[in-house]
Each structure stands twice: as C-alpha cells, then as structure tokens.
RNA sequence: GUGGUCGUAGCUCAGCUGGUAGAGCACUCGGUUGUGGUCCGAGAGGUCGCGGGUUCAAAACCCGUCGAUCACCCCA
C-alpha cells in the first residue's frame, strides 16, 4: 500500500482533536501560571548517562544517532528524555547560579519511551510537570501546594472525575521498620503490586522475598487496605499497634496533605495506603491519580517528593513535583468520541463571495472583523451560496456573512437566522469566538 | 522484548466449504439559474497491508514480513 500507515506509539491527532489538546494544555498553562509557576523548556535529548542515572531503571530510551557518525560514534551518547524530571534536574544542577530557591517551574512538553504501546502509553506522549525545589531543605507544606495545584488545574477541565490517591513513604517504610523488616524499599515494591496481583500473591510475595513472617505479611497488607478521605486514617494506622519515629513523621505529613486538601479541594484527594509507586527515588508524599471509569489506565498524574531530586555534591536540591500524563488521559478520550471541539478550525465567520471580483472588497470586511479578534476567513470561492453554506458547516464554523441590498448580513447557519449587523460592532456570542471542548 | 488477535472503498463492515469484490455512511454532480442541512436520481472510488507458496482458479489456505491491537513487563 502506497499511503503511509500510522506509527505505532506515535499517536498523531486530526485537526479537531489537536484543537482539544491545545485547549488542555492552554488550560493547564493558565491554572500553573496563576499559582505562580515559571515555564521551562529544556532540549529534547540528554546525555546517556544522565538518563540513566536514576538507578537502574530499565526504562526503554530512543538513543539519536547521526546518520554519517562513524561506526564508532564519536557522538557522545545522547538519548531522548523519557519524563521531565530528569532534564530537570540536570537543567537545576547546571544552571543553580541563576535560580532563586525555592524554585517552581511547569513544564509542558513530549516525551519518548520506546516501550511496547497500548491504550493510554505511548511511545511519544505529552506530559505536563510541575516541581517545586529547594536549596538544602524543602518545607512539607509544599507537598500539600502541589496536590492543590493540581486540583485547581485538572478541575475545570471537561474530563471524568478525577481523585488522586495520596500516602506517604516515610509511612510505609516506618510501619514495616517498626514491624522489623529490613528490605523496606522491596516490600514497598511488592505492595505496589497489590491492585494487580492480589492479597494473596504479595502476601507470599512478602514471605518469599523480604523474609516476612505470615503476621508481618498480614500487618502489611492490613495498612495496604487503609484508605480515607479525612485524617481518621491516623487512627487506624495506630490501631495496628507498630511504633517507629519515621511512621511518625510519615503519619502527620500525610495527614497534613489530606487535612488541607479536604478544605481546599474536598472529594479530590483520598489517603491510600496501598500507593507505592514503583520508583526509588520518592522520599516523602507519593501521589496517583485515576480518572473514572478509566481505571484501567492507571495513573493519569503521577508524583512524589524526592529528597534529592538533584545534587552536585556540595549541595542538594531537594523537590516535589507531579506529572499530568496528558496524551494518556486525552487520546483514549478522544478516540471513544467522549470529548471532542465544537468545531475543527478556529475559524468564527467566513465571509461569503458573490463574485470573484468581490475579493478585495471581501478581504478587507474580513481585517475589519479580525481587527477586533475575531477569526475570520474569506470564501474559497465564489460558488452557490449553498455550497459556500455548507463549506462552513461541514468544518463547524458557525457564521457566515453575505453582503447584499440589505448591507452586511450575518447568518448563524446552526438557526438558520440572519440579521443585517454593523461589521464594526457585531461580535459573536463568547461561546462562539473560539472553538471549545465539549463532553459528551 | 515475549505471547494472543486482527489487516477488504475515506469510515464502519459483509464476502458461506477457494470460482478473480459488495453494503451503509461520507464524497462528486444533477433535480434546486446562487442561502446549506431533508428527499430523489446519477457517478466516482479497491493491485482485498506487502512478498512468496499451494491450486486450473486465492480476499479466502500455507509461510514470511510490515502495521494495528490486547496481555505480560513497566509506567504518564
């Protein structure tokens, strides 16, 4: 076949779903802003050995290579980044002279993982980032900032509710220290594991890998099962009898991010004890976010605090950050047909032509509309009016203006109404001016 | 990377046990000598993903390949 197929992994989007994306990331960029976030953009490649410092994630990264390198490739490994934290990070270190701490910046840009792809991931995705950092200490209350900013920018979005599920590191590794089980960042992964796996399987899972006694594997998957809206979960934690400082610490931050959460964003954020993530580098708060009904995506914004988010040996930037996985929640959307444009150009009038020498005529009716913002294009031909009718309503575009005995007229082609209008004065009603995001 | 399923018109799909392609929607033109959406009529559009094999004959069977999709893994 002669016509080009799609990509696998590359999801491309046709004009009225790009409109869509545009409108979220729009959005996005409003909300972050309005709480105080600086934009960065950082290149799209990093050196190898920076994208692969973060343990040792097996994380599939695109390595570029020129096309007239010599076999032996004298270029100096570079790869894609896979998230944004990474060239974060990086971006922090090198330019730490030029920032002033604490930091927060948003970050809205692709990135490239060269795993297999299905609903939700792929292997080009658009990711939305918020962090927060600090030089040497990072105040908790920040771990409660960016919940809420999150909040405040998914909500006003037309998607399916949203709930973030919220726990704590410090929590987890306390409760199974206190328990008496050493290997705590692998039990944390085995819980992570819960959803999928079930009760039974991390239960021997628990006693298999990290040496749990049946008691110890059954604590653990007694605090797993804790989960509340409000701090009451502080008590049950208690309940289950294991005393250790860091399950101390870890309880009153997480009952700090739930209680100023449940004030500023009620039904939003819900304490899950199961949250683990699987990532190393979480220190404090981890965070999840489902969207419902879309469960199984899994986590559509996605993030926790590190300790040392970066680090040049002298000093440490400690951060908080969350990730909106923005072609995760979108491409599904809008492949289902649940979210889509109100139309598929930006176009608000067409101005319509009788007569190919009416052009000029045409196009400077058309400055006079776009003068004052509103969006307009000029007939492509001088056709039927029916078909210059119907050029605007197979695209959406909801008005057309003819000029006639009357003057200037204005048809709204959704009510067939027209009105003879002052081209100078008219303006379409808000919701018309530009395309917007409509929900089925 | 491993395994399953699928690949026919722009889209959704039909095509029985092999006999060389069809529907609906969309599209173009006309009915409607310039204000669309309904209706009616006509028309255009496919090397059946690609390559090879079996056969008198393959969209159909076999092999390979590419692509899609799902599961595992991992995660936005």
Redesign the pocket.
């Known amino acids: 076949?002669?016509?080009p197929?799609?990509?696998?992994?590359?999801?491309e989007l046709l004009p009225r779903q790009r409109i869509v994306e545009q409108q979220v990331v729009d959005h996005l960029r409003r909300a972050f802003e309005l709480h105080g976030f600086a934009n960065l953009h950082t290149r799209a490649v990093e050196p190898m050995d920076q994208l692969l410092r973060k343990g040792e994630?097996?994380?599939?990264v695109y390595v570029l290579r020129r096309l007239q390198a010599d076999a032996e490739g004298g270029d100096a490994g570079l790869g894609l980044h896979?998230?944004l934290?990474v060239p974060f990070a990086r971006y922090v270190l090198e330019n730490a002279g030029k920032l002033n701490f604490p930091f927060r910046r948003y970050q809205i840009q692709p990135?490239w993982?060269g795993?297999?792809?299905?609903?939700?991931?792929?292997?080009e995705?658009?990711?939305a980032d918020i962090d927060i950092v600090d030089l040497g200490e990072l105040p908790a209350h920040y771990e409660v900032e960016v919940a809420l900013v999150i909040a405040d920018a998914l909500r006003g979005l037309p998607l399916p509710p949203v709930r973030m599920h919220v726990n704590n590191r410090k929590l987890s590794q306390g409760f199974y220290q206190g328990l008496g089980i050493h290997d705590t960042d692998e039990a944390l992964?085995i819980i992570?594991?819960l959803d999928?796996?079930g009760h039974d399987a991390v239960a021997k899972l628990l006693i298999d890998t990290v040496d749990a006694t049946p008691e110890q594997a059954e604590a653990c998957l007694k605090l797993a099962s804790i989960s509340a809206e409000d701090t009451s979960f502080v008590e049950e934690v208690r309940a289950l009898g294991v005393s250790d400082p860091l399950l101390d610490e870890g309880l009153s931050e997480l009952a700090a991010v739930v209680d100023a959460a449940a004030k500023e964003a009620p039904g939003f954020v819900v304490a899950d004890m199961k949250i683990a993530?699987?990532?190393?580098y979480y220190t404090g708060t981890v965070y999840?976010?489902v969207m419902e009904g879309y469960e199984?995506?899994?986590?559509?914004?996605?993030?926790g605090r590190y300790d040392k988010l970066a680090s040049d040996g002298k000093h440490t930037y400690p951060g908080v950050g969350l990730?909106?996985?923005?072609?995760?929640?979108l491409v599904?959307l809008l492949q289902a047909g649940k979210i889509d444009a109100t139309r598929e150009v930006p176009t608000c009038v067409i101005v319509?032509?009788?007569?190919e020498e009416d052009r000029s005529a045409a196009n400077a009716l058309a400055q006079r509309l776009r003068r004052r913002g509103v969006p307009t294009q000029v007939?492509p031909?001088?056709?039927?009016?029916?078909?210059?009718?119907?050029f605007?309503?197979?695209r959406g575009i909801p008005f057309?203006l003819?000029t006639?005995e009357?003057g200037t007229?204005i048809?709204?082609?959704?009510?067939?109404e027209?009105t003879t209008v002052d081209v100078d004065a008219w303006e379409p009603p808000a919701a018309d001016l530009h395309p917007t995001i409509v929900a089925e």
Do not use: H, W
């Open positions: 076949m002669s016509r197929q799609p990509l696998s992994g590359f999801p994630t097996s994380k599939e896979f998230d934290t990135c993982r795993e297999r792809p299905q609903e939700g991931r792929y292997r995705f658009l990711q992964r992570d594991k999928k796996i993530r699987g990532l190393d999840e976010t199984g995506l899994g986590s559509i914004c996605s993030g990730s909106i996985g923005v072609s995760r929640i599904p319509a032509l009788a007569d007939s031909s001088a056709a039927k009016f029916g078909k210059q009718i119907k605007a309503d197979k057309v003819f006639n009357e007229q048809k709204d082609i959704r009510s067939g027209q």
